[in-house]
């Protein structure tokens, strides 16, 4: 089953905007990471946010966490037709199982 | 260090066939973990590898079963296909939290296998 949920769905942005993604997420984690995939293609790892920790950053990247509330949010910024992809939220429900959701397509238009 | 290499990238398999997927894993890493992606259903948790131990299995049916070697190598495999089987198979490995790993995974390029 999986443990987070992005939203939105899907989005659609120009170049040079910012693109904000969310995942909601249902038990205690010990770290929520973020992925990129384009189509077809593998995984790749973006960003990983502990648990203790409220906002990160990582060059044009920005995390927030609130486990409070037990959601975070990507943030994108000065968006480039490179960034469309899907961008999913994973969360180890224990250190043996990383769990995704179901992702969020971004599309850059140039 | 070269990257997850995953075998074969594309199949075409019939019902009632079986199928082994393989994954080679980064150099020095102990854990794999595989993960079935179909557009309506998302990425789902197969199964995870460590020293040859599964640790942790997704919910799916008995169909569905896979190894590891001494090498951390590790192989999938899936019996008396169906259609629903059709899928993108990602592999992923990680050092392990034990060897100082973050708990980043690093996949590989995925097995896509459609079933006829």
């Known amino acids: 089953s999986q443990q987070g949920e992005e939203d939105p769905q899907a989005l659609s942005i120009q170049e040079g905007e910012n693109a904000t993604m969310n995942c909601s997420y249902k038990?205690?984690?010990?770290?929520l990471q973020w992925y990129r995939q384009n189509s077809g293609r593998g995984l790749v790892h973006l960003i990983l946010i502990r648990s203790n920790e409220r906002e990160k950053h990582s060059g044009r990247l920005r995390v927030t966490l609130d486990t409070s509330k037990k959601s975070s949010s990507l943030l994108i910024t000065a968006s480039r037709a490179a960034d469309t992809a899907s961008y999913f939220c994973a969360t180890d429900a224990d250190n043996n199982d990383m769990r995704f959701g179901a992702g969020t397509r971004l599309t850059v238009k140039p | 260090k070269a990257g997850v290499t995953q075998t074969p990238r594309y199949l075409i398999k019939t019902r009632g066939q079986q199928v082994t997927l393989s994954c080679s894993p980064i150099?020095?890493?102990?854990?794999v973990s595989w993960y079935q992606q179909t557009p309506g259903q998302g990425l789902q948790f197969l199964f995870e590898?460590?020293?040859?131990?599964?640790?942790n299995k997704g919910n799916f049916p008995g169909r569905f079963s896979g190894r590891q070697f001494s090498n951390s190598r590790s192989e999938m495999n899936v019996s008396t296909l169906e259609l629903g089987d059709s899928a993108l198979y990602l592999c992923?490995?990680?050092?392990?939290?034990?060897?100082?790993?973050?708990?980043?995974?690093?996949f590989g390029e995925g097995s896509r296998l459609t079933v006829l």
């Open positions: 590898y460590f020293s040859e131990t599964q640790r």
């Open positions: 992923a490995s990680s050092p392990g939290l034990a060897a100082g790993g973050t708990g980043e995974l690093f």
């Open positions: 038990t205690s984690i010990n770290n």
């Open positions: 150099s020095g890493h102990r854990s």
